[in-house]
T-cell receptor
Framework: LAKTTQPISMDSYEGQEVNITCSHN???????ITWYQQFPSQGPRFIIQ???TKVTNEVASLFIPADRKSSTLSLPRVSLSDTAVYYC?????????????FGKGTTLSVSS | NAGVMQNPRHLVRRRGQEARLRCSPM?????VYWYRQLPEEGLKFMVY????????ESGMPKERFSAEFPKEGPSILRIQQVVRGDSAAYFC????????????FGAGSRLTVL
């Protein structure tokens, strides 16, 4: 499984756009990039998944450059409720017997 | 359609006792994963199971910990002779197929060892 590196923490203010970048230099051809969000005392929740270019849903956007060695999760106009830990994972969704490995994630703190 | 159900949500045990944590995956999901989260730390993978099979237990401590996912009923994570260092949140997740990268997590079971 490709190793990922992301900042330990980030601070932001309400209404700002937040971009969290994840490095995955050893990403394999069949790997997808997936982001999860975890609030205190809750289990992680799937946010978004992508393979290349840009993916957008109602929660976030995911930008993946052509070389796929990094990805950026973009949260538009954050609010206090976006304070959470964000995890970046890389893996092949079609590879049997693969368990997802979470790192320490990025702790995002949003202030008013 | 209920999500991943974990129980108990909170469990208190004294050192040396046994802890049993249960996980019912989402309907239609046959793959279960267990993770442990210590305070102020990230999620640590423990074990990955399919019905009646352990696929990957590379994250399980060699002693005192075991997991099963029987043909009928929930997945069970069992910790024998608990120690204070076992105090943590234990999360279960499920997916409809292998890999997938999209896991649905339960709310977790918080074990406190006195």
């Amino acid at each position: 499984l490709a190793k990922t590196t992301q900042p330990i923490s980030m601070d932001s203010y309400e209404g700002q756009e937040v971009n969290i970048t994840c490095s995955h230099n050893n990403i394999a051809t069949n790997d997808y990039i997936t982001w999860y969000q975890q609030f205190p005392s809750q289990g992680p929740r799937f946010i978004i998944q992508g393979y290349k270019t840009k993916v957008t849903n109602e929660v976030a956007s995911l930008f993946i450059p052509a070389d796929r060695k990094s990805s950026t999760l973009s949260l538009p106009r954050v609010s206090l409720s976006d304070t959470a830990v964000y995890y970046c994972l890389v893996g092949d969704p079609n590879q049997a017997g693969t368990a997802l490995i979470f790192g320490k994630g990025t702790t995002l703190s949003v202030s008013s | 359609n209920a999500g991943v159900m974990q129980n108990p949500r909170h469990l208190v045990r004294r050192r040396g006792q046994e802890a049993r944590l249960r996980c019912s995956p989402m309907k239609g999901h046959s793959h279960v994963y267990w993770y442990r989260q210590l305070p102020e730390e990230g999620l640590k993978f423990m074990v990955y199971l399919q019905k009646e099979n352990i696929i990957d237990e590379s994250g399980m401590p060699k002693e005192r910990f075991s997991a099963e996912f029987p043909k009928e009923g929930p997945s069970i994570l069992r910790i024998q002779q608990v120690v204070r260092g076992d105090s943590a949140a234990y999360f279960c997740a499920s997916s409809p197929r292998s890999g997938a990268n999209v896991l649905t997590f339960g709310a977790g079971s918080r074990l406190t060892v006195l």
